[in-house]
């Protein structure tokens, strides 16, 4: 999952769970702040380990090392406790009120652990187990970058803020309105350039349940004066240190809709694994390895893809359509409906072929691809092996799909090139 969206729940957490404070809150730096900020950067801290990249001209990092120390379960005992370390040196310094070492280390364990659970829903994999095991467990359940989901996280939070200041309530209510629909017609334009189309309708349903979240409210407080308001925080003005409970409520909101949101990605993945199942069936296939994977932009669109020694199968699902793949012995096969299917054959043997497997490099790729595919395609003279993972699809013009490497021969056979195709 990206790093944004888990800083988002980091931050969500800390509220719903902690009783956090807002990280930019116009308030000296409480203990309720501390304990937000360390929720956060705990949720953010595990994708540190990209900054290896910076230092390094290894294109492989990506696949050995992402997602590897920094996300495992047995090493978080450890970071935690040396982000509390942390913490409190810099709370004494600064004159913080923080939480105790313990209390920070399990704030700091919660924080990392909710980054760990947040990526192992998604289909890259995830080294929990490193150093002990360097296995790359993946539930399939939501794709890498889910806006819908980072939605979820996110505006409770913003409601929460809204609300929490009646005197201002219309100016950020709609100010923050206007935000979140620009950002509904920002997402459904990327939607748009990558080929995962979001339709005119569902960016307008988005839109009008957005409306109804932060006008509706607007309407039952419009008899509040400001006055009102000032004369409830002193005369100066200053800010009422008491948290009203619908804070609260709209923040543990946004953790049970996340959690709701998760739950529903659990069932359309059961159900898209049934039907990637029924299709190899159907289609009479050795299978070596089938997934469901969530593709974008919604829980009803799902890649299915099936290996087998031929090759990779991939048949692309909308669990808003019933299921073409009847597979009971009552049904006529000539009453079938048609399915559409792509194959990517595996590249016959060859010295060429075999030499790009023994290099290194290539038996780190195969390492960590699950819907392993090889090309082989002679170009300007040069013999060119290509070794794909089909589990990042391709996606609007994209000739090859992503995580594809790459080694080119010369006509000796010495190795001209290798690395991955950009």
Known sequence: MDTITHGIAGALFSKALFKGDDLFAMRSMNRQRVISWSVMLGAVFPDADTFRDLFSRNELLMITWHRSITHSLLCLPVFALLLAVFTRWVARWRKWDEPSFAALTGIYAAGILSHILLDLVTSFGTMVWSPLRWSRPAWDLIFIVDFTFTGILLVPQILAWVQERPEKIRRRA??????????????????????????????????????????????????????????????????????????????????????????????????????????????????????????????WKWDGLVRTPRGVYEVRLDLADKSPFNTSPAVDPAERRAVEYRFYPEAYPNVYVEAARELPEVQKVLWFDRFPVTRFHEESGEQVVEFSDMRFPQIGRRRTPSFTYQVRFGPGGNVLSRGWVK
Not at 224 to 240: I, K, V, W, Y
Not at 253 to 267: D, E, K, N, P
Request: hydrophobic share 55%; net charge neutral.
């Open 174 to 299: 709609l100010i923050s309105l206007a935000i979140f629909i620009l950002a509904v017609f920002a997402v459904q334009a990327i939607g748009s350039a990558v080929g995962a189309m979001i339709s005119p309708a569902t960016a307008f349903l988005f839109d009008v349940i957005l409306a109804a979240l932060f006008l509706l409210p607007l309407r039952r407080n419009q008899k509040e004066r400001p006055a009102d308001s000032m004369a409830e925080n002193g005369s100066t003005g200053a800010e009422n240190t008491s948290r009203d409970p619908s804070y609260l409520r709209w923040n543990q909101l946004g953790l049970v809709g996340a959690c709701a949101y998760l739950g529903l990605a659990v069932l359309a993945h059961h159900t898209a694994l049934g039907r990637v199942k029924d299709f190899a069936i159907m289609e009479k296939l050795e299978v070596q390895a089938l997934g469901a994977l969530p593709f974008p932009p919604s829980l």
